[in-house]
């Protein structure tokens, strides 16, 4: 690459970064109170004219009102986990209670992640135009640009999760960056609870890297994990005497070995989300969610067959929320589909090119197998992908770098 050539680079970046950012608050503050007040109810955005409120939401003010930590049932909910919340409660306290405060907060946390999608790519493919294409798919990416206008805890997550692979593959072992590999680990475990076995893992690729690792890194590291974690484990077991991170895991299990998969999916979603609240009442609560998941396996253990022809629907609708009840949510589908299809080809492609680099792209596919394998056993939801679309867009854009490549070298060769 010329001087000229690199210097363009920080240039595009920067053009990267503010469309990124202009397009999710411009979504947020234009297109998305027209879509609220027209499209709302279709969509399953609002009821009866007004936008549904969200847990973290409805939790976060009743903690800023002096209420505690309790949802509209008025009991504590242990199945939100209180990062997102307090982050919430934070934005309240900062900003105020204005329209614009939760999107452009959000739209900076995006901004600051299709920055970090193109440092992993320059880690993993050492070169600046896959990253730029990288970092170019995202900042278009229209599922996260819906994600920033309403409290959902995907901007954050996805933020902490490429901060976390990037410091990553920046560790150069000492016990000071397993710290604080430790600490982003644990961030993101309170926001998805499922990532609380991830550690494990961490420590069989430590184990397994070929470079150096100061005896002290992997130490500091649980210490890190531990630190953020521990704090929520002992607060539950000192108000309901069991040792437990969250609650909603039996739930979801239940749901998981129940739901009829097909095109009315997410019909049939809602009516047995409606049918377990009203049969459980306080499906928060520890007790019940262990009742749930009693229940869950014993479906499993009668009709093991049925269950895992779940987990295979599960496969397929990780990635799409299959819904025809109106044309509009049966062109949102259809799109979707065709997107996801050409991007998995394209990311497979790109995993097997970059396939030389295994220990670069260790921990990437590790917890990209880790999130869909948990999620396929329990229960898939096509929002539950979104932190892994950034690793589907580096290993793309991969893809079609290399894809350019060839075809600008076999032109030079022709002529």
């Known amino acids: 690459m010329t001087e000229r050539q690199h210097t363009k680079v920080p240039i595009r970046l920067m053009w990267i970064l503010l469309l990124a950012f202009s397009l999710r608050v411009g979504f947020s503050l234009v297109v998305f109170p027209s879509l609220v007040k027209h499209r709302g109810e279709e969509l399953g955005w609002s009821e009866n004219g007004r936008l549904l409120l969200d847990p973290y939401e409805t939790i976060a003010r009743n903690v800023i009102a002096g209420n505690g930590y309790i949802d509209e049932s008025g009991r504590y909910n242990y199945e939100r986990l209180p990062l997102y ?9 900062g900003l105020g209670n204005r329209s614009w405060a939760l999107p452009v907060v959000h739209g900076i946390l995006e901004t600051a992640s299709c920055l970090l999608i193109f440092l992993i790519a320059i880690q993993i493919h050492g070169r600046e135009r896959p990253a730029l294409w990288a970092a170019i798919l995202y900042a278009v990416y229209f599922k996260m640009i819906a994600m920033v206008p309403r409290p959902f805890t995907e901007p954050l997550t996805v933020f902490l999760l490429l901060f976390f692979l990037y410091l990553y593959h920046r560790d150069s072992g000492q016990p000071s960056m397993g710290f604080f590999t430790g600490i982003l680990l644990g961030m993101i475990t309170l926001i998805k609870p499922v990532i609380l076995l991830f550690p494990l893992i961490y420590v069989a690729a430590r184990k397994l890297d070929k470079k150096k690792t100061h005896p002290g890194n992997l130490l500091f590291f649980v210490l890190g994990f531990a630190l ?7 607060h539950n077991q000192m108000r309901t005497g069991k040792i437990f991170l969250a609650s909603g895991g039996g739930k979801m299990l239940y749901m998981g070995t129940v739901i009829e998969y097909g095109r009315d999916f997410r019909q ?18 520890i007790e019940v969610d262990n009742h749930l998941r009693e229940l869950a396996l014993k479906n499993i253990l009668q009709d ?32 979707v589909v065709i997107f996801n299809a050409v991007l998995l080809v394209l990311a497979v492609v790109g995993f097997y090119l970059a396939r030389g680099q295994r220990f670069r792209i260790a921990m990437i596919l590790a917890f990209f197998f880790y999130l869909y394998g948990i999620h396929a056993v329990i229960y898939a939801y096509s929002r539950y992908s979104l932190p892994l679309f950034p690793i589907l867009f580096i290993f793309s854009a991969f893809t079609v770098s290399r894809w350019r490549d060839q075809r600008c070298r076999a032109v030079a060769g022709s002529g």
Not at 85 to 93: D, M, P, R, S
Not at 228 to 234: C, H
Not at 277 to 284: I, K, L, S
């Open 85 to 93: 919340t307090y982050f919430l409660v934070a934005v309240i306290h």
């Open 228 to 234: 953020i974690v521990a704090p929520i484990i002992l």
């Open 268 to 285: 049939n979603e809602q009516k047995l989300m409606g049918d377990i609240g009203r049969e459980f009442p306080f499906q928060y609560d």
């Open 304 to 335: 093991p067959l049925a269950y895992l022809a779940r987990i295979g629907a599960r496969i397929l609708y990780f990635w799409a929320y299959p819904d025809f009840s109106t044309p509009l949510m049966a062109g949102k589908t259809l799109l």
